[in-house]
């Protein structure tokens, strides 16, 4: 946990933020995986991290902007949980750590909200992911679950996207310590990509890593030969000689901060000339965005800039042809990089996702370019000083694309498609980096950054 006055802070700037009425910080419960009491690993709400700390379940905290009275809900622990749990801070010691003076069991909370609307005061809420909250609001408030995302507060999700965007030096410490892991997990995985081994085994050899330090991924494990497909979390294949392997994977600290990285390896160590050729336009690709993204500048230029790296580099190799600018303009590109270049992180790996993509990627200034590709890009607006994203250019081969923009005759005036034809069986390669954008530029995460020229991966591997 951090100093008690980081979250003092940040509940006096949400309520200068807001205009008036309660703001209702929801934390999440145990989750059981199959009965009650086999539980997933608790994950705390991150908003509810970010203003009361509290990483703990059953919790809600309470704002009342009008007053400036804070609130934490919450049950102290009875002796049945003191025998099975051992001895746990009561709601009054766990509220005084972060600076909250007023606490109540929790079931007092619906009378403190029922109360507040009945004198027609505003309840704020944050759209709720868990169906467990969803319904828990509805006992509280009397909105129905499968409407309840409908009245979550815009002014309040716009005051918490606007303060959780720009990072603090303590949260910056801590998304380092997750990118250190993250370095940990990934040489682990060039290490071990040999032909023979499973894709399976070292998917869980990178989630013991993230464990070992008392954490856990910031998400499944994405770890395939089959890089061409974005997402892949199937891992059976053994691996082969002659093919690369994708890695996407990231830790969650012990606060809940993230990291997110991707390499690409080639079995065995080495990579042939052909793999080579894609996989050093893709770092170039990657090299550009961490060149021009700085204070003042668009994300969704620095993509649009990097998908013209891609674009001339592989029209170099001959995959593409005619003017760069045209066939990035017109959406050539996307049937090598059908994905946004990053999005942002923090507290959660794709941060803030929750409380809508729109309004933590995009603005009133910068709104989403609606084409194949850049569609998907999440994070567009202008970058400011202390936030955090991910840098993740790609090159896929999808056959499946490849055939069905062939039939179309789409982009033929871009694309060599008898020459895409023979890569189909390549793969795919993506390249990620966790950086933040401080004054004038941008810098890496994490102490070091993961081997990624052709020279350090395979000098890695065959350590
Ligand atoms: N690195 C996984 C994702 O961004 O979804």
Redesign the pocket.
């Known amino acids: 946990m951090f100093d008690k006055q980081v979250y003092i802070g940040r509940r006096a700037r949400l309520r200068e933020k807001m205009s008036g009425g309660l703001v209702l910080i929801l934390g999440n419960g145990e989750a059981p995986a199959n009965y009650t009491d086999n539980t997933y690993k608790f994950r705390q709400d991150s908003s509810f991290l970010y203003f009361f700390g509290l990483n703990h379940p059953g919790f809600a905290g309470v704002l009342d902007v009008d007053s400036g009275e804070e609130f934490v809900f919450g049950n102290d622990v009875d002796m049945d949980d003191i025998i099975w749990m051992g001895p746990q801070p009561s709601v009054k010691e766990l509220a005084a750590s972060v600076g909250v003076a007023k606490t109540a069991p929790f079931a007092q909370l619906g009378g403190m909200l029922k109360q507040a609307v009945a004198a027609g005061r505003r309840v704020h809420f944050l759209p709720p992911y868990r169906f467990r909250n969803m319904l828990l609001i509805e006992d509280l408030l009397g909105i129905r679950h499968s409407v309840v995302k409908e009245h979550a507060s815009l002014e309040l999700i716009k005051a918490v996207v606007g303060l959780r965007s720009v990072k603090e030096a303590c949260e910056i410490e801590e998304i380092t310590k997750a990118c250190n892991i993250g370095y940990e997990m990934h040489t682990a995985a060039m290490r071990h990509a040999k032909p023979g081994v499973k894709e399976q085994y070292i998917a869980g050899l990178i989630e013991g890593i993230a464990a070992s330090y008392g954490s856990m991924v910031s ?1 499944p494990v ?1 770890l395939s030969q089959n890089g061409q497909t974005l ?1 892949n979390h199937d891992h059976s294949q053994v691996l082969q000689e002659g093919r690369m392997m994708l890695t ?3 830790a969650e600290g012990n606060m809940c901060y993230c990291s ?1 990285f ?1 390499r690409t390896v080639p079995v065995g160590g080495r990579f042939n000339s052909r793999q080579k050729e894609v996989y050093n336009v893709v770092l170039a690709a990657n090299n550009k965005a961490i060149e021009i993204a700085k204070p003042g500048v668009t994300y969704q230029h620095v993509h649009l800039e990097v998908c013209k790296v891609l674009a001339q580099g592989l029209k170099d190799l001959g995959l593409m042809k005619g003017n760069v600018d045209e066939a990035v303009a017109a959406g050539a590109h996307a049937l090598f990089m059908p994905h946004g270049l ?2 942002m992180m923090g507290l959660d ?2 941060d803030m996702e929750d409380l809508g993509q729109i309004y933590v990627g995009y603005d009133d200034e910068t709104r989403p370019i609606n084409q194949f590709g850049t569609s998907s890009l999440r994070m567009g607006r202008r970058l400011q000083e202390g936030f955090v994203i ?1 840098d ?1 250019p790609g090159c896929y081969f999808i056959p499946a694309l490849i055939d069905q923009w062939r039939a179309q005759g789409l982009y033929k005036e871009f694309l060599n498609y008898d020459r895409i034809d023979t890569y189909k069986d390549f793969g795919g390669i993506r390249l ?1 980096d966790d950086i933040l954008i401080v004054p004038g530029g941008s810098r890496f995460l994490g102490d070091k950054r993961t081997p990624i020229t052709v020279e350090e991966v395979e000098a890695m591997m065959n350590e």
């Open positions: 998400f994405i997402h996407d994977a990231g997110d991707t990053g999005h790996v794709h991910t993740e990620e």
